[in-house]
């Protein structure tokens, strides 16, 4: 029986692996092995390829996230909302600036974080709303900036999941179209799963702001600009020349990459078609890039008919996985927040029920029939 992944790594790695031989040899011999041209190149690449004029290479997404808040301002007895139905590195980020996380529901049809939610939960003492990119398209963006008009409030976008997305033609941390003095601020994620993906650990924040991205830069290595000299308490967070190689390369393909799985998933919408799934919902304006295709198997609450669904695609060789199984309020080292079970009814609701099918752009046609003749059955079953 031929395994189908949740995600094909080595299939992506077959496209990229001479390019990628030779920028290693080229960091090797010239022994830039933390900063150095690649990660000039890369960040230089990956600034135009989002539409902004600032890119700041670091080690992972999480650090990404919590420089970007930190640099607009977010420390001890500030407030950060964010959706309660994220992965917990969006929460632990705030968390380590001292600031409190607040959560706030979902939307039950797309799973991005209800706008009207979030701004209902801003206090005097808020200081950033963190939305989440969730599976690959954007959240409203434009509507919490309007309905953030006039306050001291930052946008910083957690956008881990979503590469080449854009809503209403404008990409995460551009300020989508708000006017040339918006702040725009993103942090993404380059874990090797996501749609660029490094080979190892490696994040990144952009910026339509010169001095946010300074301040990034300085924070993140170590406080300083210059050798020895410390401005201020920072962090070693650093994307490393191999990493950037691996970017490099692959953000050359990315478009088209983004283009396939498009592709990928139109074909699933139309075999899932009359199974007993809700099918993902794209939102209006939104350019989807599709880093997950995620379901819902309908079911009594309590996960387990999702579960044995799960279990028949993993017994027959098909990753298909789930993210994410807890809200972040119901996991134990969030457990002292003091929302108890029952406060986001969305996020709370769609966890025991969502499903992610395997879907890379390498994924054939055959292969997602396989995958769907196997759902039908375990449904049925």
Same mark, same amino acid.
């Given at each position: 029986m031929t395994s189908i992944p949740l995600v094909d790594l080595a299939a992506a790695h077959a496209e990229v692996a001479e390019e990628v031989d030779a920028g290693f040899k080229r960091v090797i011999a010239d022994t830039a092995f933390i900063g150095g041209a690649e990660v000039a190149g890369f960040e230089a690449e990956y600034a135009a390829f989002s539409g902004v004029p600032h890119c700041v290479g670091v080690a992972n997404g999480t650090d990404a996230l919590e420089l970007a808040l930190r640099a607009v301002g977010v420390g001890p007895g500030s407030e950060v909302i964010l959706p309660a139905n994220t992965f917990i590195a969006t929460a632990e980020a705030v968390a380590r600036t001292g600031a409190k996380v607040v959560l706030v529901d979902c939307d039950p049809d797309t799973y991005l974080v209800d706008v009207d939610a979030a701004l209902a939960a801003v206090t005097p003492a808020t200081r950033a709303i963190a939305p989440v990119h969730l599976y690959g398209q954007l959240a409203e963006v434009e509507r919490l900036r309007t309905g953030l008009a006039g306050r001291d409030i930052a946008i910083v976008e957690d956008a881990a999941q979503c590469q080449g997305a854009t809503r209403h033609g404008a990409a995460a941390g551009t300020g989508h179209g708000s006017g040339t003095d918006a702040l725009g601020i993103a942090a993404t994620s380059f874990y090797p799963g996501k749609n660029l993906g490094a080979y190892g650990d490696a994040g990144a924040v952009?910026?339509?702001?010169?001095?946010? %991205? /300074?301040?990034?830069?300085?924070?993140? &290595?170590?406080?300083? +600009?210059?050798?020895? $000299?410390?401005?201020?308490?920072?962090?070693?967070?650093?994307?490393?020349?191999?990493?950037?190689?691996?970017?490099?390369?692959?953000?050359?393909?990315?478009?088209?990459?983004?283009?396939?799985?498009?592709?990928? %998933? /139109?074909?699933?919408?139309?075999?899932? &078609?009359?199974?007993? +799934?809700?099918?993902? $919902?794209?939102?209006?304006?939104?350019?989807?890039?599709?880093?997950?295709?995620?379901?819902?198997?309908?079911?009594?609450?309590t996960g387990a008919r999702r579960d044995r669904v799960l279990a028949a695609l993993n017994g027959a060789g098909i990753g298909a996985g789930i993210h994410y199984p807890v809200p972040v309020h119901l996991t134990p080292a969030f457990a002292d927040l003091g929302y108890p079970a029952g406060s986001f009814p969305n996020a709370e609701s769609t966890a025991p029920q969502l499903l992610s099918l395997p879907i890379y752009p390498q994924l054939t046609a055959a292969a997602q029939e396989r995958v769907v003749e196997v759902l039908a059955a375990a449904l049925a079953g």
């Amino acid at each position: 029986m031929t395994s189908i992944p949740l995600v094909d790594l080595a299939a992506a790695h077959a496209e990229v692996a001479e390019e990628v031989d030779a920028g290693f040899k080229r960091v090797i011999a010239d022994t830039a092995f933390i900063g150095g041209a690649e990660v000039a190149g890369f960040e230089a690449e990956y600034a135009a390829f989002s539409g902004v004029p600032h890119c700041v290479g670091v080690a992972n997404g999480t650090d990404a996230l919590e420089l970007a808040l930190r640099a607009v301002g977010v420390g001890p007895g500030s407030e950060v909302i964010l959706p309660a139905n994220t992965f917990i590195a969006t929460a632990e980020a705030v968390a380590r600036t001292g600031a409190k996380v607040v959560l706030v529901d979902c939307d039950p049809d797309t799973y991005l974080v209800d706008v009207d939610a979030a701004l209902a939960a801003v206090t005097p003492a808020t200081r950033a709303i963190a939305p989440v990119h969730l599976y690959g398209q954007l959240a409203e963006v434009e509507r919490l900036r309007t309905g953030l008009a006039g306050r001291d409030i930052a946008i910083v976008e957690d956008a881990a999941q979503c590469q080449g997305a854009t809503r209403h033609g404008a990409a995460a941390g551009t300020g989508h179209g708000s006017g040339t003095d918006a702040l725009g601020i993103a942090a993404t994620s380059f874990y090797p799963g996501k749609n660029l993906g490094a080979y190892g650990d490696a994040g990144a924040v952009v910026t339509t702001d010169a001095g946010i %991205a /300074a301040d990034v830069r300085r924070m993140g &290595a170590h406080g300083s +600009v210059r050798k020895y $000299v410390h401005d201020v308490v920072g962090m070693n967070s650093r994307l490393d020349g191999l990493q950037a190689v691996v970017l490099r390369a692959k953000l050359a393909r990315l478009a088209d990459w983004n283009a396939r799985r498009r592709a990928v %998933a /139109a074909r699933y919408d139309e075999l899932l &078609a009359g199974l007993d +799934v809700v099918r993902p $919902v794209t939102l209006d304006g939104n350019e989807h890039v599709w880093h997950i295709y995620c379901v819902r198997v309908p079911g009594d609450g309590t996960g387990a008919r999702r579960d044995r669904v799960l279990a028949a695609l993993n017994g027959a060789g098909i990753g298909a996985g789930i993210h994410y199984p807890v809200p972040v309020h119901l996991t134990p080292a969030f457990a002292d927040l003091g929302y108890p079970a029952g406060s986001f009814p969305n996020a709370e609701s769609t966890a025991p029920q969502l499903l992610s099918l395997p879907i890379y752009p390498q994924l054939t046609a055959a292969a997602q029939e396989r995958v769907v003749e196997v759902l039908a059955a375990a449904l049925a079953g």
